[in-house]
């Protein structure tokens, strides 16, 4: 019981969870691994800011505003996930809006309820925008009532009443993760040329302007100053210099189990009751055998047994959990923790209920 329920939470038995991120050889820009160059089981790439985002006192950020600009190129056509080429977070990696890809789409997500999944999040998009192998500039500038999105310096699409940011929010104290969401299980693939973060909402000609100044080779410094500017130039090591200041580096660790959360309340929705059905009735048989093992043994008869049953259910979720946080493409949730051990304590009660009243613990020889 105990081996089929470790092989279970630890399949497929694949520890560690290597970033992918490369350096491109010769030139600038960070490549993520397409998913034909992926196993089912490979987490893709990632770099992130470790600590929030600090503004210079040349950086404006005015409050519910921020721009973005990414220079890249899409490697193929994302179709399983949203995949995240740049997600903005809070210190604790909750995601207040992400810039992503799913097929040629460009997505632009942003919050709009506390709870998990897709619908936690309002999506602004721009059709045939990321077609694979082809360089583009993309801006999304953002304001209190519009958002704006731009395709090499060109308008694509406004969105006007939609804010990225709280109204009182700014882009410092924020991180960045590109590549990858924060939780490491949306990758994207591609090549990522240049990131720029503004702490206000650009106008038309600033975007124009900045269009050009990534178009012809960037000797002078950029027409609007950034918070952060990462021209992906060190071609080596595990730090992304931010070109306009010593503050906010990205950082890209050697494994991608450093950003995975460690028993993180998942919640589960409707669309989730399989998962909750394996979770609490897995650990069902685990709590009934051994409530009647120790029942019927020598050591620990009567309430004990149960109370030593429980324990041993939790402990052996909780194994399993922490253990996860090193497992590709696994999550180490308390949700399933509390699961498995209400399916343990369910095991003990129906091990009580079955015990024949007056039963006696086994005897010795």
């Known amino acids: 019981?105990?081996?089929?329920?470790?092989?279970?939470?630890?399949?497929?038995?694949?520890?560690?969870?290597?970033?992918?991120?490369?350096?491109?050889?010769?030139?600038?820009?960070?490549?993520?691994?397409?998913?034909?160059?992926?196993?089912?089981?490979?987490?893709?790439?990632?770099?992130?800011?470790?600590?929030?985002?600090?503004?210079?006192?040349?950086?404006t950020c005015?409050?519910?505003?921020?721009?973005?600009?990414l220079r890249l190129r899409p490697a193929g056509e994302p179709r399983s996930a949203r995949a995240r080429i740049v997600a903005v977070a809070d210190p604790d990696g909750r995601e207040a809006f992400f810039?992503?890809?799913?097929?040629?789409?460009?997505?632009?997500?942003?919050?709009?309820?506390?709870?998990?999944?897709?619908?936690?999040?309002?999506?602004?998009?721009?059709?045939?925008?990321?077609?694979?192998?082809?360089v583009r500039l993309v801006t999304v500038a953002a304001g209190p009532q519009e958002t704006c999105i731009y395709v090499d310096g060109q308008g694509a699409k406004r969105y006007p009443g939609a804010s990225l940011l709280s109204i009182?929010?700014?882009?410092?104290?924020?991180?960045?993760?590109?590549?990858?969401?924060p939780d490491g299980t949306c990758p994207w693939a591609g090549d990522l040329l240049g990131l720029a973060v503004y702490g206000r909402r650009l106008a038309d000609s600033e975007?124009?302007?900045?269009?050009?100044?990534?178009?012809?080779?960037?000797?002078?410094?950029?027409?609007?100053?950034?918070?952060?500017?990462?021209e992906?130039?060190?071609?080596?090591?595990?730090?992304?210099?931010?070109?306009?200041?010593?503050?906010?580096p990205l950082f890209r660790p050697v494994d991608l189990g450093v950003v995975k959360p460690r028993l993180a309340w998942s919640g589960h929705?409707?669309?989730d009751w399989t998962d909750v059905s394996l979770n609490l009735l897995g650990f069902v048989p685990l709590g009934f055998c051994a409530a009647v093992w120790l029942a019927r043994s020598r050591l620990r008869p009567g309430a004990m047994a149960g109370v030593l049953a429980v324990l041993a259910g939790a402990a052996l979720s909780l194994t399993i959990e922490l253990a996860q946080v090193h497992l590709p493409m696994r999550d180490s949730s308390l949700s399933d923790l509390v699961l498995n051990i209400l399916g343990t304590l369910a095991g003990v009660v129906g091990a009580c209920l079955a015990r024949p009243a007056g039963a006696q613990p086994a005897s010795g020889p």
């Open 1 to 59: 019981m105990l081996v089929f329920l470790l092989g279970i939470g630890l399949w497929p038995l694949r520890f560690g969870s290597p970033n992918n991120a490369e350096w491109r050889g010769g030139t600038n820009g960070l490549r993520f691994p397409g998913a034909e160059a992926r196993s089912a089981y490979d987490p893709g790439g990632m770099v992130f800011t470790p600590h929030p985002l600090v503004a210079a006192p040349a950086a």
């Open 62 to 69: 005015a409050a519910g505003s921020v721009s973005l600009e």
């Open 232 to 248: 992906f130039e060190a071609a080596s090591g595990m730090w992304v210099t931010n070109t306009w200041g010593a503050a906010n």
């Open 99 to 134: 810039v992503g890809q799913w097929t040629r789409q460009l997505l632009v997500m942003r919050r709009v309820a506390k709870g998990p999944g897709p619908g936690a999040f309002c999506e602004l998009d721009v059709p045939d925008a990321l077609e694979s192998n082809r």
């Open 168 to 181: 009182s929010g700014t882009v410092a104290g924020k991180r960045l993760f590109a590549g990858n969401s």
């Open 207 to 230: 975007v124009r302007a900045q269009c050009a100044w990534w178009s012809t080779g960037r000797d002078s410094p950029p027409p609007v100053v950034p918070v952060a500017l990462y």
């Open 269 to 271: 929705g409707s669309q």
